[in-house]
Each structure stands twice: as C-alpha cells, then as structure tokens.
C-alpha cells in the first residue's frame, strides 16, 4: 500500500491549523478558568486554606476538565480561523488552480484532527478522573450523602434492606438494616428484625457490623424484643463486593470513572435491575467514543466555512461555527434525560448529535461551490 506523499502543501496547512487551534484552546482554556476559578483559588489562598504550591496544583488538576472541552471547539475555530484567512488571501484560489480537490486540501486537516481525536479520548478516560481524584485528595472532599441498598433473591424479594447515613472510604457511619422475613402479603413484606448500628466496614468479602441494637419483630409487627449485639456480619461475598461498589459509584459523575471501571458499573447496573441508571450510564459511556469523534466533524465543518468569498463577511462564518458549538453542548443534557426515562434507547441518544453534524456537514459542502 502507498500512502500519499507528504507535500510542503500539507506540511504548511498542518502547521497553520496546529498553531491557530493551538491558540483558540488556550484562549478557550483562560476564558473558561478566569472568571470563577481562579477567583475562587486566590480567595483560599489568601484566607489561608491554601499554599501558594496548593493552588497551583489545584489549578493544574483542572485543566483535564476544561481540555475535554477545548479540544473540540479549539479545532473547528484554528481550522475556521486559517481557512478562511486563505480564502481571504486567495492561497486556496492558488490550491485549485494547480489541481488539488477539496478531498486532498482536506488531508493534513484530517490527520490532524485525528491526532486532537485521540486526544480528546485519553483526557476524558484517564486525565479527567486522575485529576478529580486528586482534587478531592487536596480538597478532602469526601461524600456523605445517603446510600440504600437492597439485596434480594431470585425472584427479586428483597432479603436485606441497608441504610447508610454517610460512610468515608471503606468506613460507613449510622447504618439500619431491615431484615425481611419469609413471610409477606400482596402489598407488604414482613419484617422480622431492624438492626441499628453505628459503625460497618467493608472487608472485601463481608460487611462488619458494630455496636448494634437489634429489635425483634413478631408476625403482628409488634417489637417483641431489644438486645444489644456487639458485632456481625452481612452482606457476605459477591454481593459485599456489590453493594459497595455501588454506594461508591453512587455520588461520582460519570467523569469521574475511568471506561474501564465504568464498563463494570454498568454490567453491575444492569445486574441489580437499577433501570435508570444503568440506561444514563450507558448512553455516558457511549457518548465516551462518540464524542472524541465529533473533533473531526467540526474539523471539517470549519474547513468549509472557512472556504468564503474574498469580500465575504468573516462574521458569517464563525457565528455559524459557534451556534453549532452551543447546540451541540446544550443538547446534551437533552439527549442524557430522554436515556434515562426510556423515552430512546442510549444508543440513539449518544449517536444522534454526531449524526447531526455530520448532516450539517453534508448541507455545509453541497451549499458551497467547491
């Protein structure tokens, strides 16, 4: 196989975009990170909470976030910015003269963008929950919200219920267990014990109980009698491991959790039949492949804006290219709610904004006369 010979043409566009989109990144990055940010980094530095190494740190740790975004909208402006400047100047009137098609102008933007697509991959996968790791390690930032997990068998009658009022690590605070009895009516289950306890571990294969009061309940629903119990064990084996991971999952983003790791969360999902959440996770994790891919849409949407005539309003151009932009990110959370309720599969959802452009590219080429 031969590859096409890389020309001074293609060397000189490629640099053009790389420097221009280079720019519109960091001008992106520092309009992004300026007005609340580092407001808010100076305030604890100064009152304090902060070191001067700290708050570097915390706004180094940031940046992954901003860069998921970046890299997108840095692409489709450098390859707007530099087309259109070409246009402006006649250099693409001198391209077509000498015989090269829109297909092979294109070609050093298509390599580029790839490179901005894998790019934009490795950030969300592995930079962004690096950096919110770290960021929570700096800012001690740790959740307490509630977590109920239900535990049940075969025929989805639920055998446990536990209430976690906050937990830290592997550590879990004020915990109520509902202990189900065999017997149960059309519209309740029988309870047969409610344990209180004030601390619970996980230990990987089991979850330790201690300090625990334990209330018997007859069949009549009657307290029949309270004992104190020093420790015990629940949640043993597989599902241990289970509901830990989704208490722990329970409060991140999905940003936060690397494809991997996420993959599981939602074979996990699936598993303990948590339909909401598992079709939101879903349509975030295919959104995790679809969205890098959106890098080389909007690298070649900016190419065909970029193509004007010499007296043609700049303006036109990138208030097109910016529309796009803000559609594409204020849909989003469109697309995530309609995965969630059932309302479309996350397939549908995480594919359609894509699809979208690649319309709008399709409209884009045929109105131009290229």
């Not at 077509?96 to 933007?109: E, Q, T, W, Y």
Request: aromatic letters at 14%; one cysteine or more.
């Amino acid at each position: 196989m031969r590859f096409p010979r890389v020309s001074i043409y293609d060397r000189y566009i490629f640099s053009q975009v790389l420097i221009t989109s280079f720019v519109a990144i960091l001008l992106f990055t520092v309009v992004w990170i300026a007005p609340e940010m580092l407001l808010n980094t100076i305030k604890r530095t100064l009152e304090g909470e902060y070191t001067a190494k700290t708050a570097v740190l915390v706004l180094f740790y940031e940046l992954p976030k901003i860069l998921g975004k970046a890299f997108p909208v840095g692409l489709l402006l450098g390859t707007l910015f530099t087309f259109d400047k070409l246009s402006k100047d006649s250099e693409l009137t001198i391209f077509r003269a000498v015989g090269l098609s829109f297909r092979r102008i294109l070609a050093p933007v298509m390599v580029l963008s790839l490179i901005v697509t894998w790019l934009c991959f490795f950030t969300g996968d592995k930079l962004i929950p690096m950096s919110i790791q770290k960021l929570n390690a700096i800012r001690d930032s740790h959740p307490t919200t509630q977590y109920i997990y239900t535990q049940k068998d075969k025929n989805d009658v639920p055998l446990l219920a536990v209430i976690i009022s906050g937990y830290r690590d592997n550590v879990m605070h004020n915990l109520i267990i509902l202990d189900f009895s065999n017997k149960y009516y059309t519209d309740v289950h029988q309870l047969s014990n409610i344990y209180s306890a004030q601390k619970g571990t996980y230990l990987g294969d089991r979850w330790k109980l201690e300090d625990i009061t334990q209330y018997k309940i007859s069949n009549d629903g009657i307290f029949t009698d309270i004992e104190h119990i020093k420790e015990m064990d629940i949640l043993k084996g597989e599902d241990a491991k289970n509901a830990y991971t989704l208490m722990t999952y329970s409060t991140k983003k999905e940003r936060e959790i690397t494809n991997h790791d996420l993959k599981n969360y939602i074979k996990l999902l699936k598993k303990e039949k948590l339909d909401e959440e598992y079709r939101y996770m879903l349509n975030k994790y295919l959104q995790r492949f679809f969205h890098p891919f959106v890098c080389v849409l909007l690298a070649i949407m900016g190419t065909l804006l970029g193509f004007s005539k010499p007296r043609e309003q700049r303006l036109v151009g990138f208030t097109i290219a910016i529309g796009c932009i803000f559609v594409y990110y204020i849909t989003l959370p469109f697309f995530d709610l309609l995965a969630e309720k059932g309302v479309l599969p996350p397939l549908v959802t995480a594919i359609f904004p894509p699809v979208a452009f690649l319309c709008a590219i399709i409209g884009f080429y045929k109105s131009k006369d290229l």
